[in-house]
C-alpha cells in the first residue's frame, strides 16, 4: 500500500476519516488511489455508509448516480444489523474488503461488478450461519466463490472464531484479508485462466481440477498430503489444484501488497531497478519477511509471515505473476 499524507503534511492511515494532526476530513479516491482533504476536492462526495458505523472512507464523484463507493457497492448481503455484534462483523469485513479492492484496483486486474455483469460481475455475501436460529430450516454459511459471487461466514470478523478455527485445522494463518484474497482467486480463475492460453501452463503446474468436491471431502478427513510444504504453499493448498491456485494467488497479493507498503516507507530502495523483476520481487521479500518475523518476535507476537516458500511455490507465484503484468517475468 502507498504511504498517504494530510496536506498539513501528517501522515495518514489508509483508513482515516481525519488528520490526527489538523483534523482536517480525509477521503480515499479510488480513481486515483489518491488520500484527499474533503474541503480540496469539491467534485466529489463522500460514501453513504461513511457516518455509519462501517466509517467507510472513500469518495465518489459528484455525477456517479451512487449512493455507496465503489468498494461498499460490491456487497450485496450483509448480515441481520439489529443484532449488534453483526454491525461490528460488517465494519471489519468491508475495512478489509477496501484493501482486497485497492490490491485489485493496484495490479490493474479487471474489476467488474454485477452492475456491468449480472450473471458473473464480483459481488460478496457476507452471511450469517443460521443452524441454531429454529425459524429457518438449515442454513450452513460456508466461505467460498461461485460464479462471481464471494461468500463469507461472517464469524470470520470474530476474532475468537479465527483463533479457534486456525487450531482446529492446524492454519498458520487466518486473516480477513486472506480469505478475500483467497476467494478472489477462485473469481480471477474463472475470468483469466479457465478459458484463456494460460491453461496448459496452469494444468502443468497446479494439476487437473477433477473431483472437486471428493478432494475436499479427503482433505478434511485426512487431512493435508505428507510432506506439503515441499510444493504447496499451505496445508490447504494440497487439497485440490483449484485452492493451490487461490492459495497461491493470495500470497501473491500478501506480497505484493506489503512489497509497496514497505517501498513506501522507505524499507526498500528501488532505484533503476525493473519492477517486473520477479527473481529481485522474491530477493526482497525474502529479506522483508525475516525483517517482520524479527521485530514480531521483538514484541513477542507471532510471525507476521509464517511461510517458506519452496522452489516450486516460487514457480507458481512466477506464473501468477507473469499472468498479472502481462510480462514474461524473469
Ligand atoms: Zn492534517
Ligand atoms: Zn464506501
Not at 9 to 21: S, T, Y
Not at 237 to 244: G, K, Q, R
Amino acid at each position: 500500500m502507498k504511504r498517504f499524507h494530510c496536506i498539513c503534511g501528517q501522515e495518514v492511515l489508509f483508513e482515516d476519516k481525519e488528520c490526527p494532526c489538523c483534523g482536517r476530513s480525509l477521503g480515499f479516491n479510488p480513481d486515483t488511489l489518491e488520500m484527499l482533504v474533503l474541503s480540496r476536492a469539491p467534485h466529489l462526495r463522500v460514501c453513504s455508509l461513511r457516518e455509519h458505523s462501517v466509517g467507510c472512507n472513500w469518495l465518489l464523484s459528484h455525477t456517479d448516480k451512487h449512493k455507496q463507493c465503489y468498494s461498499c457497492r460490491l456487497t450485496r448481503t450483509v448480515p441481520a444489523q439489529d443484532i449488534p455484534i453483526n454491525v461490528q462483523r460488517w465494519t471489519v469485513l468491508e475495512r478489509s474488503k477496501r484493501r482486497l479492492v485497492y490490491s485489485l484496483i493496484t495490479l490493474g486486474l479487471p474489476l467488474v461488478g454485477r452492475e456491468q455483469d449480472p450473471c458473473s460481475g464480483m459481488v460478496f455475501d457476507f452471511l450469517e450461519d443460521q443452524r441454531t436460529n429454529p425459524l429457518v430450516k438449515k442454513r450452513v454459511v460456508y466461505t467460498g466463490h461461485k460464479n462471481g459471487v464471494i461468500t463469507l461466514h461472517a464469524v470470520e470478523a470474530d476474532e475468537s472464531h479465527r483463533v479457534t478455527a486456525r487450531e482446529q485445522l492446524k492454519e498458520r494463518y487466518r486473516t480477513v484479508l486472506g480469505h478475500l484474497r483467497h476467494e478472489s482467486g477462485h473469481y480471477y480463475w474463472d475470468k483469466l485462466v479457465r478459458d484463456s492460453a494460460w491453461y496448459p501452463r496452469f494444468r502443468n503446474l497446479f494439476g487437473g481440477e477433477e473431483n472437486y468436491r471428493e478432494s475436499l471431502d479427503c482433505y478434511y478427513a485426512y487431512g493435508a498430503i505428507p510432506q506439503w510444504e515441499k510444493r504447496h504453499i499451505s496445508a490447504y493448498a494440497s487439497a485440490h489444484p483449484w485452492e493451490d491456485w487461490a492459495e497461491t494467488w493470495a500470497h501473491y497479493l500478501h506480497i505484493m501488497d506489503t512489497l509497496e507498503t514497505a517501498t513506501s516507507f522507505g524499507l526498500i530502495h528501488r532505484e533503476a531497478v525493473n519492477p517486473d523483476d520477479f527473481h529481485l520481487l522474491m530477493q526482497e521479500w525474502r529479506q522483508l519477511s525475516r525483517t517482520m518475523n524479527a521485530l514480531n518476535r521483538s514484541m513477542g507476537q507471532p510471525d507476521a509471515y509464517p511461510f517458506t516458500l519452496s522452489r516450486q511455490v516460487i514457480v507458481k507465484l512466477r506464473f501468477i505473476h507473469q499472468l498479472v503484468t502481462g510480462s514474461e517475468g524473469m
